[in-house]
């Protein structure tokens, strides 16, 4: 996929997070109830990571894989895939994106209209 060259992001997955009310990609914000909230660089991968993909699960091998590479051991990546995500759902809360677990399978995000209203499926095919 072609990638923007100002910031390396797919073209278009950056023009769809251009088009996101509540995302600033290049500041790594996420507007939560009203208010911005500045994502960590390793938040804002998984964000990415799981937005790409929303609807669908994203499986731990492929969070792995992406995320930490450098992680030899599988099990010591998947315990900190855990814990992030468990951190991004807290910085999440009151958003319209929801991490849903599917055990032993892997994440997937949930983007809702607005916080509350759930929509199931990925925008984009």
Not at 90 to 112: C, D, F, M, W
Request: positive net charge.
């Amino acid at each position: 996929m072609p990638l923007c060259d100002r910031c390396g992001e797919e073209i278009a997955l950056a023009n769809d997070l251009d088009q996101a009310r509540d995302i600033d990609r290049r500041r790594h914000i996420i507007i939560v109830a009203g208010k911005p909230r500045r994502l960590t660089p390793t938040f804002w991968r998984l964000f990415i990571l799981l937005y790409r993909h929303r609807g669908d699960v994203v499986d731990n091998e492929q969070l792995h894989t992406e995320l930490y590479p450098d992680y030899a051991e599988q099990h010591m990546a998947i315990h900190a895939i855990r814990e992030n995500v468990r951190r991004l759902r807290k910085a999440l809360a009151r958003s319209r994106y929801e991490i849903v677990n599917h055990p032993t399978l892997g994440y997937e995000l949930i983007v809702a209209d607005s916080p509350g209203s759930v929509i199931r499926g990925n925008s984009t095919g």
